[in-house]
């Protein structure tokens, strides 16, 4: 090990008033911060939010504020680790409730970060992602990809409740998020992809060279697909935990550059210990009872709440009745920088 790095204090005042009048600063007293040794040195903690402590103010935020007046009604899940009023759930992934009223539309608008929704609570709900239009039914994943438009509507009598999840810190950090607000969109007259093109998994159109292959092909991922795919997959084996990705049709890849989705099914009355991520994640149930230790906190979750957990954090999972989950993590986004890893524990 080599000895302490020597302090800002430690140097004499004019020299630290001459660095600070030509615009310097000495690496050294930083060092360790911004390069600490063997692990990151996270910021974020692991967060809990109770669907039904959140689920009031979201509806009292329906009567407070006209969607005419908020654009997006949403309310930001704030990181503990970075306190009340963080824009962030983990360093990399942004995580809102939103709510939509009956009759209500969301104008359209695309922007530089890409966006997912999970259907929380609520029928009749829509998103139109450039022209196609989405039904958003429980559990469905929605993609609303960097540079495509969307807009929302509902067309039910309840209200309409979805999380949203956008690697927008991400994109403040590079300096590089926008957006552009446009009219509402005419939809096509057919049903979306995942009911036409990418009926069944392991099956797309014809290839050919007249057949250019869209970069988004598929925004809507049914949730009853994914359960009972998931269903499938556990009765065929006997661990705790059955696990699926969810990827783009046509290339096998993540569905998104930074954000990977995976759906989960744990098995009741078992435990399941993943190794240490370097991805932050955020965890949704869709379903079921638990009890989840993140680095030493313990969250008692049921269904519809979401919780989540740093980079390299210890993570611990017991359903108490047979759970669903779908994880949001930032794995692609390290893989293209290459340095994404698992440590067993
Ligand atoms: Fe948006």
């Known amino acids: 090990m080599s000895e302490a790095l020597g302090t800002l204090e430690e140097l004499p005042e004019d020299y630290r008033a001459g660095m600070a009048a030509a615009g310097v600063a000495p690496l050294w007293p930083m060092m360790r911060n911004v390069l600490p040794h063997g692990a990151p040195n996270p910021a974020t903690r692991p967060g809990h939010w109770r669907y039904g402590d959140v689920r009031p103010l979201l509806l009292r935020a329906g009567e407070l504020t006209p969607v005419e007046k908020a654009e997006r009604r949403v309310l930001v899940l704030s990181d503990p680790g970075r306190g009340a009023g963080a824009m962030q759930a983990t360093a990399t992934i942004y995580l809102g409730l939103q709510l939509l009223l009956p009759g209500e539309t969301a104008p359209a608008h695309r922007h530089t970060p890409s ?73 096509r007259n057919r049903p979306d992809a995942s009911q036409v093109e990418y009926r069944a998994a392991g099956l797309a159109p014809t290839r050919g060279p007249e057949r250019a292959r869209p970069r988004y092909p598929q925004n809507r991922y049914p949730w009853t697909r994914t359960r009972a795919a998931l269903d499938e997959m556990a009765a065929a084996t006997d661990a705790a935990l059955a696990e699926l990705d969810y990827i783009n049709p046509e290339t096998g890849e993540d569905v998104l550059p930074t954000m990977g989705f995976t759906a989960m099914r744990l098995a009741p009355g078992t435990a399941h210990r993943p190794p240490k991520r370097s991805a932050s994640a955020a965890f949704h149930v869709v379903a079921g009872t638990g009890r989840t230790t993140v680095d030493g906190k313990t969250i008692d979750w ?44």
């Open 115 to 187: 966006a997912v929704r999970v259907l929380v609570e609520g029928q009749g709900g829509f998103t139109i992602v450039d022209g196609e239009k989405l039904p958003m039914e429980e559990g469905d994943l929605i993609l609303t990809p960097g540079g495509e438009w969307h807009d929302h509507g509902h067309e039910g009598s309840d209200p309409v409740v979805w999380l949203d999840a956008l690697d927008l810190p991400l994109f403040v950090m590079l300096e590089g998020s926008y957006a552009e607000e446009g009219d509402l969109q005419a939809h």
């Open 302 to 345: 049921g269904p519809k709440d979401t919780f989540t957990a740093p980079v390299f954090a210890e993570i611990d999972h017991h359903a108490h009745d047979t759970a669903y989950l779908i994880r949001i993590h930032d794995r692609p986004l390290q893989e293209k920088l290459g340095y994404y890893e698992e440590r067993p524990r």
